[in-house]
């Protein structure tokens, strides 16, 4: 079946890194993303990986796909307090739809 | 270049009503998806339109039901609200490449069903 998981909380100082995991269950992902949503706000697009990509790196993001073991890592260099928002993994599976994840909760301390 | 917009931003309706939520996507898109997202949770995929066809569906009973028009705009209509209906319904519009390289996402509607 399709499902992703990620871990709901993480709180980080501000300047140090974070780093959001995540796991898939379709192996035929093509596609997998990082979304980020603020207060009362759509989704925005951070990032995509390509499924045969190993690292993809965009200025202060980098991510991370082990595909073998399904999982899926964001890592955010220098967390700043404007970074405190809902992280989405998602995946792009069956067809033509994007799985996402519950989202993941980052807070940032001053 | 305007992004992705839709209306209204909220709406209160009763059990039982009928619902009809709008979304015009970004310039040069082709593709609008719809997602429900419930309070505390992630975006549950709807349907996707695309050459004014549902291309594909997820797991939403027939009360949902939706439109694409011409100039790619779309249409998410759900009739017999439940309380369970209340959330944010995301419009994310992509290109014809299936969305590939990702959606752009609406700020959303806020449905309260009371």
């Known amino acids: 079946g399709e499902d992703v998981e990620q871990s709901l909380f993480l709180s980080v100082r501000e300047g140090d890194s974070s780093v959001i995991n995540c796991t898939y269950t379709?192996?035929?992902?093509?596609?997998l993303y990082w979304y980020k949503q603020e207060p009362g706000a759509g989704l925005q697009l951070l990032t995509y990986i390509f499924s045969n990509m190993d690292m993809k790196q965009d200025q202060r993001l980098t991510v991370l796909l082990n595909k073998k073991d399904k999982h899926l890592s964001l890592r955010i260099a220098d967390t700043q307090t404007g970074d405190s928002a809902i992280y989405f993994c998602a995946e792009r599976s069956g067809g033509f739809k994007t799985i996402f994840g519950a989202g993941t909760r980052l807070f940032v301390k001053a | 270049d305007a992004g992705v917009t839709q209306s209204p931003t909220h709406l209160i309706k009763t059990r039982g009503q009928q619902v009809t939520l709008r979304c015009s996507p970004k310039?040069?898109?082709?593709?609008v998806s719809w997602y429900q997202q419930a309070l505390g949770q992630g975006p549950q995929f709807i349907f996707q339109?695309?050459?004014?066809?549902?291309?594909q569906r997820g797991n939403f009973p027939d009360r949902f039901s939706g439109h694409q028009f011409p100039n790619y705009s779309s249409e998410l209509n759900v009739n017999a609200l439940l309380l369970g209906d209340s959330a944010l319904y995301l419009c994310a519009s992509s290109f014809w490449t299936g969305n590939n390289y990702g959606y752009t996402f609406g700020s959303g509607t806020r449905l309260t069903v009371v």
């Open positions: 310039s040069g898109h082709d593709t």
């Open positions: 339109y695309y050459e004014e066809e549902e291309r």
């Open positions: 379709d192996s035929s992902s093509t596609y």
